[in-house]
């Protein structure tokens, strides 16, 4: 997997079913499940959130990313499991880019071109990644 300048995007597949795909929509239900939050005081360097639809996780979610200090984050990664390609180890994105409702997110090539050179990691191909 080599560094590509090739604009690749991962389509939000899921939204408009499993959460809105409208900006203003979306926001309004994340300030809302987050507003509920007391945080207690701690120092996370992980957390592990739901990931359905947000009907069914949005306010459990919110729980989990509320105890987040944004400013101390300098990287962010996201492991989920495969739920429709069967899988020996785990599987990288294709792309580059990640759309979202509130528009695209560029993925850390670099890193992932080290991970992938570990050989401990695939490659995921599009169809497979956006049915995710």
């Known amino acids: 997997m080599s560094i590509s300048t090739k604009k690749i995007v991962r389509t939000d597949t ?3 079913s499993w959460y809105t795909d409208q900006a203003k929509s979306l926001a309004e239900q ?5 507003s509920k939050v007391k945080p207690k ?18 306010e459990t979610a919110g729980y ?6 944004p ?14 390609y069967s899988l020996r180890g785990c599987a990288l994105s294709s792309a580059s880019h990640y759309k979202t409702p ?11 071109e080290e991970l992938h050179g570990t050989s401990l990691f695939s490659k995921m191909s599009q169809e497979v990644d956006e049915d995710e």
Do not use: N, Q
Not at 73 to 84: E, T
């Open 41 to 58: 005081p701690c120092t996370l360097r992980a957390i592990i959130a739901p990931h359905a639809g947000y009907t069914y996780s949005g």
């Open 64 to 69: 989990a990313y509320k105890h987040i200090d």
């Open 102 to 112: 509130f528009g695209l997110i560029t993925l850390d090539l670099e890193v992932m």
């Open 14 to 16: 899921h939204a408009g």
């Open 71 to 84: 400013s101390k984050i300098s990287r962010v990664f996201v492991l989920g499991p495969s739920h429709h």
């Open 30 to 34: 994340l300030d809302t499940w987050l």
